[in-house]
């Protein structure tokens, strides 16, 4: 007998693809995903996300990947929509800003609240700490943080949040493994989801050993996506 | 059989006094307080509040009222005392500075994370409402909010941080009753929190109706503090 059926989804993920509406993506690239071993695919972008685009990609992955968990990081709450497996809702930890902490978050619950299913709900507490990436500059991410400043506010997260994930966040560039490692070593019950610049098997390698999921963006829109896509679920599996 | 001995006890009380360690009070009125049948006392305040004051406070408070749940609401990290049963640790939701939500907790646990013990910690989502108190001037709070948007406030506490207390302050005013009772509408497991302005058996009893704790605070620094004390009482019990 194993409690496998109460534990979420996502604490069984270690290898996740995120695909941003606003960009473009080929067939290929999407079936390719569909059969590599990915545990889920992810929806999300920081950009000229809109609903229109957001469903358009999740109509094509539901043709091409049936099978895969298709979850929406919700950046915009006019863009959410319906037939997604769950909902990832991102809280930025670092920002200067707190509409990125909680501000939108209730503007969207004063609009939408009743018709929001919480069940289908992941809060993930960002740490955003690329700061040339275009959600660090939007959210005026205090990115220069040292690897102890960065587990204690992974530690705030947990201890006054309550935040099931912490997702340290690179997005278009390789981080730094000894602030993961910090923060994954501070954490108590959090899942750690890793994103940035993952694109060998070396670097893939190197975040796994502390993060808990592995987030593969930007290198799936390169010429290599398919060297990538290999080598990273070769690293995590 | 009964469960309660699970629940946590500030769940059951519905009357507390706040103390602040920066001001005056006298013998019999802490005699007085340990004897009015109040769930618990509460050490705390916005400004000169330190280490010294909150321990002599505390000192008086075992001496005279050694049956009382003594807890401290933290408000600089340089000022936690030992030797309280609990620490309330307040989190401004509708602050215009992260420092408020997260930036100060965060470095607070920096420095004093490992000596920190969680089990006596209560988080409370605060909505800091009087614009002319200190502690909204303090933290930048945006204290114009409808019920609906304080409401939403408070469902973005309770959905996405799991914040176990929302407490609706008006410290130094008589608040708003209509919000309050959207906020506690509006709350599914938290705990309501009320503070500001009860100084009368009828404004306890209005805002009784809505809140789960009452928290009376600047009249007990009045010449009609033995009235307070008795009415309000009275209005909860």
């Given at each position: 007998?194993?409690?496998?059926?109460?534990?979420?989804?996502?604490?069984?993920?270690?290898?996740?693809?995120?695909?941003?509406?606003?960009?473009?993506?080929?067939?290929?690239?999407?079936?390719?995903?569909?059969?590599?071993?990915?545990?889920?695919?992810?929806?999300?972008?920081?950009?000229?996300?809109?609903?229109?685009?957001?469903?358009?990609?999740?109509?094509?992955?539901?043709?091409?990947?049936?099978?895969?968990?298709?979850?929406?990081?919700?950046?915009?709450?006019?863009?959410?929509?319906?037939?997604?497996?769950?909902?990832?809702?991102?809280?930025?930890?670092?920002?200067?800003d707190p509409h990125w902490l909680i501000?939108?978050?209730?503007?969207?619950?004063?609009?939408?609240?009743?018709?929001?299913?919480?069940?289908?709900?992941?809060?993930?507490?960002?740490?955003?700490?690329?700061?040339?990436?275009?959600?660090?500059?939007?959210?005026?991410?205090?990115?220069?943080?040292?690897?102890?400043?960065?587990?204690?506010?992974?530690?705030?997260?947990?201890?006054?949040?309550?935040?099931?994930?912490?997702?340290?966040?690179?997005?278009?560039?390789?981080?730094?493994?000894?602030?993961?490692?910090?923060?994954?070593?501070?954490?108590?019950?959090?899942?750690?989801?890793?994103?940035?610049?993952?694109?060998?098997?070396?670097?893939?390698?190197?975040?796994?050993?502390?993060?808990?999921?592995?987030?593969?963006?930007?290198?799936?829109?390169?010429?290599?996506?398919?060297?990538?896509?290999?080598?990273?679920?070769?690293?995590?599996?």
């Amino acid at each position: 007998m194993t409690t496998a059926h109460t534990s979420p989804p996502w604490r069984h993920w270690r290898h996740v693809v995120k695909l941003d509406p606003a960009r473009q993506i080929t067939d290929e690239v999407v079936q390719a995903i569909a059969a590599s071993g990915t545990d889920a695919v992810f929806l999300g972008g920081t950009q000229d996300i809109t609903y229109e685009n957001t469903n358009t990609l999740l109509g094509r992955l539901r043709r091409h990947a049936p099978q895969l968990p298709l979850w929406q990081e919700v950046s915009a709450s006019d863009a959410v929509v319906d037939g997604v497996d769950g909902y990832c809702i991102p809280i930025v930890l670092n920002t200067t800003d707190p509409h990125w902490l909680i501000g939108a978050h209730a503007q969207a619950i004063e609009k939408f609240g009743p018709w929001i299913d919480w069940s289908k709900v992941l809060v993930e507490g960002y740490l955003v700490l690329n700061p040339d990436a275009a959600v660090a500059q939007l959210t005026g991410a205090n990115t220069a943080l040292t690897p102890q400043a960065a587990a204690s506010y992974a530690a705030a997260a947990e201890a006054l949040f309550s935040m099931p994930v912490l997702y340290v966040e690179y997005s278009g560039t390789f981080g730094d493994p000894a602030l993961l490692a910090e923060v994954a070593r501070t954490a108590r019950r959090a899942h750690i989801f890793y994103g940035g610049g993952i694109d060998s098997y070396e670097k893939a390698a190197t975040m796994a050993q502390h993060a808990d999921t592995l987030i593969i963006g930007n290198a799936l829109y390169t010429a290599n996506w398919q060297q990538v896509l290999h080598d990273t679920i070769r690293a995590v599996k």
